[in-house]
């Protein structure tokens, strides 16, 4: 494998005040504004499945509707302010594979009948 040596630039830079200088990250996001307390939540999260399930286990594919009924139920039950369970992770757990599922699906790497919600664009 040979290694990239090209260094993406958008074209505008930002200037620090010890002069140094840096490509600009508009629309790369700030994963440095995350709180702490999500990413470990969400980590929490992966660890728990893997531990029930298997490693990625939910890789193999779940339908997209299973995830929003998913976070729609824990979020009733925070709205609850039930605390039998982390809820809260569970939405960000639940967010993330609804993402990733649906992005390897568009991508053709799972089966397009994953795709089984009723009201998405295309429907």
């Known amino acids: 494998m040979t290694l990239n040596t090209n260094i993406p630039d958008s ?8 002069g140094a200088v840096r490509d600009a990250a508009p629309g790369k996001g700030l994963p440095s504004n995350i709180p702490p307390i999500a990413i470990r939540a969400l980590a929490r999260r992966f660890e728990d499945g893997a531990q029930k399930y298997g490693p990625r286990n939910w890789m193999q594919g779940i339908p997209l509707s299973r995830y929003i009924d998913a976070i729609i139920r824990h979020t009733l039950s925070m709205s609850e302010g039930r605390t039998d369970e982390d809820h809260a992770g569970a939405v960000l757990w639940n967010a993330a594979a609804f993402m990733w599922t649906r992005q390897a699906v568009e991508n053709g790497k799972l089966p397009n009948d994953l795709n089984d919600l009723i009201y998405d664009e295309a429907g």
Not at 11 to 18: A, E, L, P, V
């Open 11 to 18: 074209g505008t830079r930002s200037q620090f005040i010890t």
